[in-house]
């Protein structure tokens, strides 16, 4: 789902503390729904483009799409996540680590840091 709502290979997006988050402007022009159980992603009421995703279980981070930034975020990659959902013409080159499946490990993961 993720990457057809994406309309690419894949989905780039990182963890962020939700304490450490907070829109300098257009939050009222988000709109949110359900996107699997117990997780909810916003996207634009405008353009439509996909901002944060909000989980039930994981309140104090958002998932942060990184396609939205107008600079450069200052991060490295750390994992490849869900790659058994990645396009099946896109070859993984590197040898980070991989989480194929739908799993709470690549969150949990994320949030001990």
């Given at each position: ?34 996107s ?25 981070v ?25 396009a ?26």
């Amino acid at each position: 789902m993720c990457r057809k709502a994406h309309g690419a290979a894949f989905r780039t997006r990182a963890f962020v503390k939700a304490d450490d988050f907070h829109f300098l402007s257009g939050e009222e022009l988000l709109t949110y729904y359900e996107s699997s159980p117990g997780e909810r992603r916003s996207f634009c009421k405008i353009c439509g483009s996909v901002i944060i995703t909000r989980f039930n279980r994981h309140r104090d981070v958002y998932g942060f799409a990184l396609g939205t930034l107008d600079s450069d975020p200052e991060i490295q990659i750390e994992r490849h996540v869900f790659t058994k959902y990645k396009a099946p013409w896109f070859e993984i080159t590197d040898d980070l680590p991989q989480i194929s499946d739908l799993s709470n490990k690549a969150l949990e993961y994320s949030t001990k840091k």
